[in-house]
């Protein structure tokens, strides 16, 4: 059965510096895999995609994700915080059949 | 395109009630998804319709229920209501010819109940 890990639960950067949200997954196949994010009181916004295309994956706002099969992981990145950046970030594996499974959940805070 | 779209946006129940929470697709697709998301905790998969049929369900019990239209939209109905099913219930759409997995999110409807 897939499902994925999140490492951190809570993840505190300053404005201006790099983010690191980390994604461990396990998956029985070649998986999908997602990054949502959800501000407050907000859907869930697909941030980007891998679908076994190119390992480096771009998104919007200017996060990337690296699919890397050999440490089953899909960090996801961001050279430099804003402030808008702020908000709940989800690592997200589907299934054969198009069910997402959630992991649980980073919290990103960026500070001034 | 207004994208996914629920109704009502909050909705307060008491235990043993009935509810019916709604939901459009995006223009296009034709595939629809009902997400269970409890306070700080990640999304839960309820159940998918696709063709006006459950196709797939995750593990949630018989007292959810829903309906897809021919115009694709959907309904989740919940009997019996507890006050563990106090959540955000969100919508998600898809376009079942691309079948890359991703899904387009609505809102949500945030049930209470009391």
């Known amino acids: 059965a897939q499902s994925v890990t999140q490492l951190d639960s809570h993840v505190s950067v300053s404005e201006g510096t790099p983010v690191l949200l980390r994604c461990n997954y396990s998956s029985s196949y070649s998986p999908s895999l997602f990054w949502y994010v959800q501000h407050p009181n907000k859907g869930l916004q697909l941030l980007l995609k891998?679908?076994?295309?190119?390992?480096l994956v771009k998104g919007i706002n200017g996060f990337e994700a690296e699919f890397k099969k050999s440490e089953t992981s899909f960090h996801l990145t961001k050279p430099s915080a804003h402030m808008s950046d702020a908000a709940e970030y989800f690592c997200?594996?589907?299934?054969?059949?198009?069910?997402?499974?959630f992991g649980t959940g980073t919290r990103l805070q960026v500070f001034p | 395109d207004a994208g996914v779209t629920q109704s009502p946006t909050h909705l307060i129940k008491t235990r043993g009630q009935q509810v019916t929470l709604r939901c459009s697709p995006k223009?296009?697709?034709?595939?629809v998804s009902w997400y269970q998301q409890a306070l700080g905790q990640g999304p839960q998969f309820i159940f998918q319709?696709?063709?006006?049929?459950?196709?797939q369900r995750g593990n949630f019990p018989d007292r959810f229920s829903g309906h897809q239209f021919p115009n694709y939209s959907s309904e989740l109905n919940v009997n019996a209501l507890l006050l563990g099913d106090s959540a955000l219930y969100l919508c998600a759409s898809s376009p079942r010819r691309e079948r890359e997995g991703w899904q387009f999110f609505g809102p949500g409807t945030r049930l209470t109940v009391l």
């Open positions: 319709y696709y063709e006006e049929e459950e196709r």
């Open positions: 891998y679908t076994s295309a190119a390992t």
């Open positions: 997200v594996v589907s299934d054969f059949a198009d069910k997402l499974i």
């Open positions: 223009s296009g697709h034709d595939t």
